[in-house]
C-alpha cells in the first residue's frame, strides 16, 4: 500500500510538485507530529476512505464516471481518516480547505460526506450540508445524492424524503440546513459541510459555526469540514479559522490546538499573481480539471482591469482581501521570555510608555518599555474588574488568570469596570517610588479622557495613537528588535500569550498591517500597549533618544 502522506510530501521536499508554504508547512506538522508520537497513523483506515471514495463517488456536473482522487486529495483524505488519536478515533476534529475555484471543491466534499454516511459506523449520524441560505447548502447535498443515484447499492439504501435523505440501515440522515443558530441548538452532528464559508457574513456566520461545533461533544469523532476559495468578509467564521490556521502552523506542535487541520493552497507572491507557476500554489488541479489555457485567458481579462483582477487575486490565488494572519512565531517570542525582572531592577532610568484601555468592561494594560545597553525591557500591568475576572476565570480556564493575579500581573481594578484611577496610580508610582522617568506616553485616541488629563496635570507627556495601519513600521520595527533577541518580557506569561494571539491584518493595496486578533474572544491589550509606547519612541527619538539609552544610568 501507498502512504500518500509521505508520498505527496516527498515530492514537495523533491518539488516534483508545486506548493505554498503554508501547505508545505501543515506537512511538516503531520510528519513530525507522526514521528514524535503526538498522533498515530492507521493506513489501514485511511486506504479504506480512499478506496470507497474511488469505486463509488460519482462526478455529478458535465460527466457522470468514478472521481480519481489526485495525490494532493489522497494526502489530505489519509490525514482527515487516517491520522488518530491512541484511542483509534480520528485526531482532527475541524477541517479547513483553502482551494481555488475550479478545483473540485464542492465534489471532494460530497466524496467526504458520501463516505461518512456510508462507511463511518457510526449509527445514527447526522450530516448537515450548512449554508447561509438553503440554494447554497444545495450544492454538496445535492452532489451527494447525485453520486448515491449512479451506484445501485447505495440508492437501494438511500431514500429522498422531503426535507432531506434516510439512510435505514444506519438511521443515518443527511439533511441541507440554513443559517438559523436558534433552530440548530438540539442538533448532534456527526459531519457539518460549511462550503465557501468565505461568503458566510460576519456575526451570524460566526454565531452559527460555534453552534455546530459546540454540539460535536457527545460524538466519538465529529468533524466540522469547512471548504472554500477566499473571499472579501473580513469580520466573518472564515477570516477567524484562517487566523486560527496561521497560528497553529507558527505554533510549537503540543502547545496550542490540537484538533484543527488546515489545508491552505495560497500563492505566496502576490507579484506574481499572472505566474503560472505561482498559481499552481493555489490550484492543485492546474493542468489536470483545468488547462492552462483556462487561466491564461483568464489572466489576460484581469490585466485589463482593476475589479476582475481583484476577483482574480481572490478566487484563484486566495488572497484575501484584507486578510490577517498570525503574527509572530512561537520560538521567537518564547525566546524573548526568561527570567523575572520588575520596576526596581531599572531605578532611575528614562523610559517610555504605552496604555490600551478597553472599550469595554474587561481588560486595560499599560507597560514601561526601557532601553539598556540596546536591549528593550518591557514590563507590562494588566487591570482586570472583579466581574469580569471573575467570569474569565470560569470561561477561559486555560489563561489561568488566578495564577496571573497571584504574580501581580493583573490587578483587580473596580467591581463592574476598570477604575482608571489604579492605572494612574501605577504609574505615577512607579516614579515615585523606582524614579522611573517616562519621557512620553502613548495611548489610544479612544481612552477616557480624565485619566489622560490626570496625567497631563501630573507632569507627564501624553500623545495619542492611532490603532491602524500606522502602527505598520512599529510592527516591523518590533518583530525585528525582537527576532534580534533584543526584546525581554521577562517572566510574564500572560504578555507572552497575548503577543502570540495577535495577527497582523494585511491591506493589499498599501501592503500596511495592523494588529488584530487572532479570534475576538482573544485579547491583545498587552500587545498593543507596548505598541503604543514604541510609537511615541520614534515619534520622538530625535529629542528624547540620548536620554532613552540610560547610559548614565547605573
Known sequence: ?????????????????????????????????????????????????????????????????????????????????????????????????????????????????????????????????????????ELVFNSFYTSVQQEEELAELTKKRKKDLFIADFNTTIAKLAFNSKKSDGFNPHLTVCDELAAWQGGSGLKQYEVMKSALGSRNQPLILSISTAGYVTDGIYAELFARSTRFMKNKLGQGEMRLLPFLFIIDDVSKWDDIEELKKANPNLGISVKEDYYLEEIKIAR??????????????????????????????????????????????????????????????????????????IITKFFMPADSFKKACEVEPEVKYEIHKKKNRIMISGDHYVDYRDVFNWILSALKTFRLKPLWIGYDRYSAQYLIQDLDEAGFHTDDVFQGTNLSPIMDEFEGLLKDGKIHIGDNELLKKQLLDVAAKYNDVNERKKPVKLESRLHIDGPVSVFDAFTVRSKYYKSIGKMLQNAKVA
Open 1 to 137: 500500500m501507498t502512504d500518500y502522506i509521505h508520498e505527496y510530501y516527498k515530492q514537495i521536499q523533491r518539488k516534483q510538485v508545486v506548493v505554498g508554504k503554508w501547505i508545505r508547512k501543515i506537512f511538516e506538522i503531520i510528519i513530525d507530529g507522526l514521528n514524535e508520537g503526538f498522533w498515530f497513523y492507521n493506513e489501514k483506515k485511511a486506504q479504506r476512505a480512499i478506496a470507497f471514495i474511488e469505486n463509488f463517488v460519482h462526478h455529478s456536473k458535465g460527466r457522470n464516471d468514478l472521481l480519481k482522487l489526485e495525490l494532493w486529495q489522497k494526502a489530505i483524505v489519509c490525514c482527515i481518516f487516517g491520522i488518530v488519536e491512541a484511542s483509534g478515533f480520528r485526531q482532527f476534529r475541524e477541517v479547513f480547505i483553502v482551494v481555488a475555484r475550479k478545483n473540485g471543491k464542492t465534489l471532494f466534499a460530497a466524496a467526504i460526506a458520501e463516505y461518512m454516511a456510508y462507511c463511518d459506523k457510526e449509527y445514527g449520524a447526522e450530516i448537515y450540508c450548512l449554508a447561509p441560505k438553503l440554494d447554497q447548502a
Open 304 to 377: 485589463d482591469s482593476e475589479s476582475r483582477k481583484a476577483e482574480f487575486l481572490c478566487k484563484y490565488c486566495n488572497i484575501m482581501q484584507n486578510s490577517s494572519i498570525a503574527w509572530l512565531d512561537f520560538e521567537v517570542v518564547d525566546a524573548a521570555s526568561g527570567e523575572h525582572f520588575d520596576l526596581s531592577d531599572f531605578y532611575g532610568c528614562y523610559c517610555v510608555a504605552g496604555i490600551d484601555l478597553s472599550r469595554t468592561t474587561d481588560l486595560t494594560a499599560a507597560s514601561f518599555v526601557i532601553e539598556k545597553k540596546g536591549e528593550f525591557y
